[in-house]
C-alpha cells in the first residue's frame, strides 16, 4: 500500500463525514474538503474565460461529432453528475487536447481529432475526461494541497474553514492542468488510471466499443514516441504501458458492460 492511499483512507476516517465521498465505479473512498458549489461555480467561470480565450472552431463536423458523442455519454453519466448543464465546445487549437470541469463543461482543441479518428474514440477521450470529474479529482488534489498546506484557505465543506470560500481560481486552474506554463502534471499515474478505468465503463455503457480506448492510448504513444514535443493533453496524461494493460484487462467488463448499454434506459434529459 501506498502514501497517498494511507494517507486518504486516515483522512477520511479522521474527518468522518466532514469529506468523505465514494468515487463512482470503482467505489474509492476519497476525502473532499472543498466546497463542490465553488468548484463548479469557478470551473464556469474558468471555462467562459477559456471560451473569450482561444477561437472556437466553425468545422460543423467536428462540432457535430463532439455533441453527438457528449450527449450520449452525457446520458450514462446522469446519476454521477445530475446538476450538470452540459456544454461541449470544439476549440480551434492545433493542440492534441482535451478537457472536462464540473458543471459539464467540455472542452476539446481541433488537434486532438488527429488522434480520436472516429466516434468511438473520441468517446473514450471524452469519458475519461469526466471520469476525472465524477471522481472529483480536482477536488481530492486540492483538498490534499489544503490538508499540507500549499494553498491556503479554500471553501470547506461544513463551514470548517469559516466565512466566505477562498479557493483561488489559480489554484484551481493548476489542480485541472489548465495553466500557462509548461510543467507540472495535473493528476498523479493514480488517477489517470483510475480515469482510464471508469472512462472505459463509461463509453462501454454508452455503447461504445471499448477495444477502441486501447487505439486511443497507442496513438498518443505514438505520438509522444515522434511529435516534436508534448502538447498539452500528454504532459497531463502521460502514456505507459501500465494504463493499456489495465484497460486490457478490463475489456471483458467492459464489454459485459455495452452488451447492457441497449437495455439501460437513459433518463430523458429536459433540455
Ligand atoms: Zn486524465
Known amino acids: 500500500m501506498n502514501v497517498p492511499i494511507r494517507f486518504s483512507l486516515a483522512a477520511c476516517t479522521a474527518l468522518l463525514l466532514a469529506g468523505c465521498y465514494a468515487v463512482p465505479v470503482t467505489g474509492r473512498h476519497a476525502i473532499n474538503l472543498v466546497d463542490d458549489k ?7 467561470a474558468m471555462f467562459d474565460d477559456m471560451k473569450r480565450q482561444y477561437k472556437l472552431s466553425r468545422d460543423r463536423a467536428l462540432n457535430d461529432q463532439l455533441r453527438r458523442v457528449g450527449e450520449r455519454i452525457s446520458k450514462v453519466v446522469f446519476w454521477d453528475m445530475p446538476d450538470a448543464e452540459w456544454e461541449f465546445v470544439v476549440f480551434d487549437v492545433p493542440q492534441i487536447n ?9 472542452g476539446v482543441f481541433t488537434g486532438l481529432f488527429k488522434i480520436a479518428k472516429n466516434d468511438d474514440q473520441l468517446a473514450s477521450v471524452i469519458a475519461h475526461e469526466i ?25 470547506m465543506i461544513g463551514g470548517l ?4 470560500s477562498g479557493l483561488t481560481v489559480n489554484a484551481l486552474s ?24 471508469i472512462g472505459l465503463m463509461y463509453m462501454a455503457r454508452a455503447g461504445y466499443d471499448p477495444e477502441e480506448a ?28 501500465e494504463r ?18 441497449g437495455i439501460r434506459a437513459a433518463p430523458v434529459l429536459v433540455k
Do not use: C
Not at 471520469?131 to 471553501?155: C, D, F, N, P, R
Not at 474553514?161 to 466566505?164: D, E, L, N, P, S
Not at 504513444?221 to 498539452?232: F, H, I, L, N, T
Open 98 to 106: 482535451a478537457f472536462a470541469m464540473a458543471g459539464g463543461k467540455v
Open 131 to 155: 471520469a476525472h470529474v465524477t471522481a472529483k479529482h480536482v477536488h481530492e488534489k486540492l483538498s490534499q494541497e489544503l490538508a499540507v498546506g500549499t494553498i491556503g484557505t479554500v471553501g
Open 38 to 44: 465553488d468548484v463548479t461555480k469557478m470551473s464556469i
Open 174 to 197: 493548476q489542480a485541472y492542468g489548465i495553466t500557462t506554463t509548461v510543467g507540472g502534471l495535473a493528476f498523479d499515474r493514480k488517477k489517470e488510471k483510475e480515469a482510464d478505468y
Open 214 to 241: 486501447v487505439k486511443v492510448l497507442e496513438a498518443l504513444d505514438a505520438e509522444s514516441a515522434s511529435g516534436p514535443g508534448p502538447g498539452a493533453f500528454l504532459s497531463t496524461h502521460p502514456t505507459n504501458p
Open 161 to 164: 474553514a469559516g466565512g466566505a
Open 244 to 261: 493499456i494493460i489495465q484497460l486490457m484487462d478490463a475489456m471483458p467488463k467492459a464489454k459485459a458492460e455495452r452488451a447492457q448499454s
